[in-house]
Structures are given as C-alpha cells and as structure tokens.
C-alpha cells in the first residue's frame, strides 16, 4: 500500500539531483504517530504539514502558514502523501527541481486524533480531528475539506482550523515571525539556503 501511495511523490522527482529521500526503504512506522511541519521556500512560501499515518505521512501545504487564532482559518491544499524518510528532511531542493527551494524544519512532535475520532472515516469524510504535540503545535486543531473545490477531478481544498483550547492565541499575527528558525538546527532559512554548519542538537521537550 505504502508503495502505491508513494508513487506520485517518486515520479515527480529525480533523485539523482535531488537530496530528498527516496522513501525506499522506508522509515519504520513508529509507535507514536508523528507529524512535521516543514517551512518550504519554492516557488511561493508555503508550510508543509505532515501527518504520518499507515505507513506514510498524509501532505498538506498551508499556504500562509498556520494560525493559533480560531477565526484566522489557513487553506490547506493536500499533496501527495510522502514517505516517512521526509520527517527529517532539512535542506535545499536543486532549482528546477520539483519543489526547488529550501526547506526547514519548522516543528516537528507527535499528533494523535481527538479521542474516539476515526482517521479513515474523516479522511473519507474531509474532517480530521487533530490533537498536535510539538513545540510549536499544540493542542487541538481541525483539517476541513472545501465541498465545492475540485481541482482536477479530486477535492484537494482544506482548511486548517485551530480549537478553542489552552493553546489558542487570539489574535496571534506574530506566530510565524516569532518561530523563523528551525526547531532542530535553529537555522535561519537563509543559514540553511547557504548550507551553514548545524547547531548543536537542542534538547526536545514533547
Ligand atoms: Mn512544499
């Protein structure tokens, strides 16, 4: 199944140029579900949110980044589902690749479904039920599906919502300025864009 689901991201890139990972063979499933959220400098910016379930991590790009503020609801395109080699990824994608750009570990933790609620059903239904442990995600979020967006006969169109919860910063226009460093290297984008060396491994508090 993972394989099948892998294939778009494998027939958009060649890895002989580019330093992402093939996927093959795959990172193990862990445990914990995982989810990384990483900032992308392609053609425009965008944060790419990666939920890992089954076997691979399910893809959205938010285009404006994500928002703490219940009212301030980000659109969430979904993207092929990557392999879980891509948790890790942190670096520069070659111009005139797929993606060409630099790419940052924006954060990164575990992910679970708000308790009772069903992953499958609310894939097929366009509702997920998010609860994020990162250091920068937390608490409970929601992934809608637009119901009158198709692009190319499949409905790619989502929001990404936060919950009314501890954690709800309102309003909060200064999220993304105030977190524009890797939450593993500390890098700048620009630190990252010119290769610099990484800090020194932070610990982590999940
Ligand atoms: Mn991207």
Known sequence: MARDSLAAYRAKRDFNVTGEPRGEPATPASGRARFVIQKHAATRLHYDLRLEHKDVFL???????????????????????????????????????????????????????????????????????????????????????????????????????KHRDEFVHEPDPDFLEQTATSVTSGRTMEEIAAGAPLEPTRTRRV
């Open 59 to 161: 893809s959205w790009a938010v285009t404006r980044g994500p928002s703490r503020d219940p009212h301030d609801k980000r659109l969430a395109v979904q993207v092929e589902d990557h392999p879980l080699d891509y948790g890790d990824f942190e670096g520069t994608i070659p111009k005139g690749q797929y993606g060409g750009g630099t790419v940052m570990l924006w954060d990164r933790g575990w992910w679970a479904p708000e308790p009772g609620f069903d992953v499958d059903a609310g894939l097929e239904k366009g509702e997920l039920k998010v609860v994020f442990a990162g250091e920068r995600m937390r608490g409970g979020w929601a992934l809608v599906r637009l119901k009158h967006d198709r692009e190319h006969g499949r409905r790619v169109n989502w929001l990404l919502i």
